[in-house]
Nanobody, 124 residues
Framework: QVQLVESGGGLAQAGGSLRLSCAASGLTYAMAWFRQPPGKEREFVAAITWRGLRTYYADSVKGRFTISRDNPKNTLYLQMNTLKPEDTAVYYC????????????????????WGQGTQVTVSP
């Protein structure tokens, strides 16, 4: 069982930046960030393959957010720039225990482990 612990959330002004981190207690393969805005369903934000060779982004964050990972440290990151109030959400880290992606990388079903979430609030 792998534990995921997110950090780095908080309050930012529109146009500002935040960096989220997700520390994993063990080996994981594909990893992703999802978010759940207030009153809405969880949605895909970004994903990265095991070796970091491929990254995927939701259209709403493309060009503003960057996902990366440091495998020796078992840590996933999300650099969020040019933040908007609509980025306000609880952000969740997710990890796949399989070396083969069992579906599409932007769907929550393929991820076996989830963090507890970290709140990001962007003020106008």
């Amino acid at each position: 069982q792998v534990q995921l612990v997110e950090s780095g959330g908080g309050l930012a002004q529109a146009g500002g930046s935040l960096r989220l981190s997700c520390a994993a207690s063990g080996l994981t393969y594909a990893m992703a960030w999802f978010r759940q805005p207030p009153g809405k369903e969880r949605e895909f934000v970004a994903a990265i393959t095991w070796r970091g060779l491929r990254t995927y982004y939701a259209d709403s964050v493309k060009g503003r957010f960057t996902i990366s990972r440091d495998n020796p440290k078992n840590t996933l990151y999300l650099q969020m720039n040019t933040l908007k109030p609509e980025d306000t959400a609880v952000y969740y880290c997710a990890a796949d225990q399989s070396p083969v992606v069992r579906g599409t990388i932007d769907t929550p079903n393929i991820y076996d482990y989830w963090g507890q979430g970290t709140q990001v609030t962007v003020s106008p």
